[in-house]
Nanobody
Framework: QVPLAESGGGLVQAGDSLRLSCAAS????????MGWFRQAPGKERDGVAT????????YYADSVKGRFTISRDNVKNTLYLQMNTLKPADTAVYYC??????????????????WGQGTQVTVSS
């Protein structure tokens, strides 16, 4: 298990931007693929974006392509999600997650084993 702590959520208006951060503890952050997921009230947890351990392979959900960017800083042990042109449909609790593998195959949650507590993002219309 990798301790993870998200930050950066908040209440914004449609069209605004936010950047989420996820700080990881431990010395092996650069060995793990990482991902962002979200869960809206009454809905299942969905994959948003994932990134390989080296940062060269990224996957995005269709709903966020062109608006969200996932990145990581393996020196700072931090994962980021830059969210632009936010929509009310993006309202959810956002979770970061770590995979025991260096590369994952997409945005499915089943490849991830460590989870943060989540940060709320609310987009008003």
């Amino acid at each position: 298990q990798v301790p993870l702590a998200e930050s950066g959520g908040g209440l914004v208006q449609a069209g605004d931007s936010l950047r989420l951060s996820c700080a990881a503890s431990g010395r092996s952050f650069s060995n793990y693929a990482m991902g962002w997921f979200r869960q809206a009230p009454g809905k299942e947890r969905d994959g948003v974006a994932t990134i390989s351990a080296g940062g060269t392979i990224r996957y995005y959900a269709d709903s966020v392509k062109g608006r969200f960017t996932i990145s990581r800083d393996n020196v700072k042990n931090t994962l980021y999600l830059q969210m632009n042109t936010l929509k009310p449909a993006d309202t959810a609790v956002y979770y970061c997650a770590a995979s025991p593998a260096a590369v994952v195959s997409g945005t499915s949650a089943h490849e991830f084993s460590s989870w943060g507590q989540g940060t709320q993002v609310t987009v008003s219309s």
